[in-house]
């Protein structure tokens, strides 16, 4: 059974860091391709990260390049995020999600996480 489960959120002041766990079961990490994902109140899901399955690569948006960092432990068939200077638009419910690739198109993201909550405020 393919399982996806998100930790590490939590209330963070602006310009802090957190680093959520994305935790596989069912399935190999290093065989598929892993997004990280936000949804802020009364918004879809926006993609702020993700890791292909075959040569690592890895995808940011513009908002999240060179404050966040996505990685990979084989070992512990887990997927990381990590978040640094942190803003409060930052703020949502983080999701990882599983595809064959790292597709731009939410609908490719066959397996979801039950999300983790994000809150940036002083």
């Known amino acids: 059974q393919v399982q996806l489960v998100e930790s590490g959120g939590g209330l963070v002041q602006p310009g802090g860091s957190l680093r959520l766990s994305c935790a596989a079961s069912g399935f190999t990490v290093d065989y598929y391709a892993i997004g990280w994902f936000r949804q802020a109140p009364g918004t879809g899901r926006e993609r702020v990260s993700c890791?292909?399955?075959?040569?690592?690569?890895?995808y940011y948006p513009a908002s999240a390049k060179d404050r966040f960092t996505i990685s990979r432990d084989s070992a512990k068939n887990t997927v990381y995020l990590q978040m640094n200077s942190l803003k409060p638009e930052d703020t949502g419910v983080y999701y990882c999600?599983?595809?064959?690739?790292?597709?731009?198109?939410?609908?490719?993201?066959?397996?979801w996480g039950q999300g983790t909550q994000v809150t940036v405020s002083s």
């Open positions: 999600a599983r595809a064959f690739f790292c597709s731009g198109t939410i609908t490719e993201y066959e397996y």
């Open positions: 890791i292909s399955r075959r040569d690592g690569s890895i």
